[in-house]
Every structure is written in C-alpha cells, then in structure tokens.
C-alpha cells in the first residue's frame, strides 16, 4: 500500500503536505518539513517582493479541535529568501514556492526568477489571500485573474521545453459557491498551461466571536478573517469535485483535513493530494505521521493498494 501520487509534473511519495502558511515562514520550519517521512512536499508561505511582517496581533485563534481564523496579512521574508534558500539542494521532497505578490507586477518579476532555479519543482500561485485591508481576491475578480493567468503563461510558455517540462504552474483558489462561477473560472484556468488547482484558500472575511467575553477574537479587521478547519470542508469537498470534473488538471485539496477519513473524502472528490492547515497549526509536525497512518488503516480496510483506487470515484445516487 502506499500514498505515492502525481501533482501536475511533480512526483510525491507522500500526498500529504503542508498548506502554505502553516509552519512554513523560515528556513527551520521548510527544514522541519523535509524531515518527516509522510510529508511529500514543501510548500513555503506566499510570498512578495519585500519582507512583510503582516498585521497587528493576534492574528490567529483556533478552537484547539475543530475550526481556526487568521488574519496573518502575508508575513514573509520576501521571495528572495524562498527561492535563494541554499537548503533547496538538501531536501529529498520537491519544493513549491508559494507566491502572492502585491500586484500583478510583482508576481510576474517573481514568477519569472523562481523558473530560474532548477531546483524549485513549482509555483503555487496564490489568488485567494484574504487578509490585505483595501486589496480584494484576485480570484473573486475575473478579469484581474484572466490577465494575470495570461502573463504568467506568456513567461512560462518563453520558458526553454527541458524547464517546462519539469515545472509545475499551480494555482490556490478561494471557494465558489456559484455554478456560473465554477465554470468561468474553469474555462480561464482550461485556457491556460496551469497544471494543479490548490482548492481552497480559507473562507475570507469570516467571523468567529467569544460570547463569553463578548468580542472577537483576533484583531485585524474588527476580528474579520479566514475561516479553516472543519467547518469549511464541505465547501473544499464541492470545490475540489467541481474543479476535478470541469477542468483537465489535477487538484490539491485543501480545507477542513482533521484526519484520515476527511483526506479520503477529498480524494474521492477527485484531489490528488492534500493539503493540511488548521490541523497541522494545531498539531505540529507529527500530524502527517497521523493522517498517513489512519488513511492507510482507511485503504487496508477498503482493499484500497494506492489512492489511484478511489481518486475521484465519487458515486452519484
Ligand atoms: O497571510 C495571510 O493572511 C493569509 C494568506 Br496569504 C492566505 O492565502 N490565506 C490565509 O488564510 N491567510
């Protein structure tokens, strides 16, 4: 049995993996990662041009079990940081360089020098940060994620056929809850040489309030910011069907993973691999060690020897 899975052009021998932002700001964090045997992938925090140190505290609550809310406002070293890291060489998983630049600009310039290390497996582009006071989700505005889609592929489409190859374009992509929409974004994505589709980013602008103390509980915002953990994974569940049955690549779920039978649902929505959050904040390292055991138990029980199996055999009724 095993978990071993393609993303796009990147092999894992693991499908489990860190969602950017959790644990995954410094080196010794991406070091972390690389040393855990059932994480397949080391995905950094988005980055920008410049470092940013990100909002007021806190930024971050968590129900110590089910649900989480942050407002991190991108806290990053930089993308010089992420895509200069000496480490790279040294790690056994591949490395994807999460990227969300403060304008269409500044991703271009990024995206441009991250396809310049060849040992850098992809980039994750970010369209979904909720969190910049006066900057709406570039995925909730479709011209802007049009354009933007277009230039990054005008650049990787330059990109010499040998590094094409071996690069992968993903894209991270806030929930929908339209059909209408579902199928727009597909058709800009279907137009496009994205491989993987990260689905979803937290549930932006989000409220969760103490009633004890009668307040919010994180301070940007008033309190507003995005939801993970276990509510939200019925809406990751529908976006990753979605995007698995209208478009042709593969998908990376992401939302509400607290244990196995959550990563199974996912895959059998149609995800190739899944991303962990909430959980991950909550738990630390030894999650992966957790979640990999307890699908394992999942597929032994259901005769399942890879997750090909299941991997988008959803019945309808
Ligand atoms: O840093 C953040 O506030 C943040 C980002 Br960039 C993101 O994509 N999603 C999120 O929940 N928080």
Redesign the pocket.
């Known amino acids: 049995m095993s978990l071993k899975t393609k993303i796009g052009n990147i092999n894992l021998n693991s499908c489990l993996f860190n969602a950017?932002?959790v644990y995954c700001k410094i080196k010794e964090e991406l070091s972390n990662l690389n040393t855990c045997n059932s994480v397949g992938a080391i995905l950094t925090k988005?980055c920008t041009l410049e470092s940013r140190v990100?909002?007021d505290p806190p930024i971050y609550w968590d129900d110590g079990s089910e649900n989480s809310i942050?407002?991190?406002?991108?806290?990053n070293m930089g993308y010089k940081y992420y895509i200069e890291n000496e480490d790279i060489v040294k790690y056994d998983k591949p490395y994807i360089v999460s990227i969300?630049g403060m304008c269409e600009e500044d991703n271009l310039k990024i995206v441009k020098e991250t396809i310049n290390n060849n040992d850098i497996s992809g980039i994750e582009l970010?369209l979904?940060?909720?969190?910049i006071e006066g900057k709406s989700q570039i995925g909730y505005d479709f011209e802007a994620m049009q354009n933007l889609i277009s230039k990054v592929d005008l650049i990787i489409s330059s990109m010499k056929s040998m590094r094409r190859n071996n690069f992968n374009f993903g894209v991270?992509l806030p929930p929908y809850f339209d059909m209408l929409h579902f199928r727009l974004v597909a058709d800009i994505i279907n137009n496009s040489s994205i491989n993987t589709i990260t689905c979803v980013?937290?549930l932006g602008n989000g409220l969760i309030i103490n009633h004890i103390s009668e307040s919010v509980v994180i301070k940007p915002k008033r309190g507003h910011g995005?939801i993970?953990g276990s509510s939200i994974k019925s809406i990751a569940l529908s976006n990753v069907r979605q995007f698995s049955l209208l478009t042709k690549c593969d998908i990376i779920g992401c939302g509400g993973i607290m244990n196995g039978i959550d990563a199974f649902e996912h895959i059998l929505c149609g995800a190739k691999a899944v991303q962990i959050g909430t959980k991950f904040y909550m738990d630390g390292i030894d999650v992966f060690t957790f979640l990999e055991k307890d699908l394992l138990k999942i597929m032994r029980d259901k005769n399942y020897k890879t997750i090909n199996d299941f991997c988008g055999k959803l019945k309808d009724l």
Do not use: E, Q, R
């Open positions: 950017s932002g988005s990100g909002n942050n407002s991190s406002g991108l806290p969300s970010n979904s940060c909720p969190n991270k980013n937290s995005g993970g």
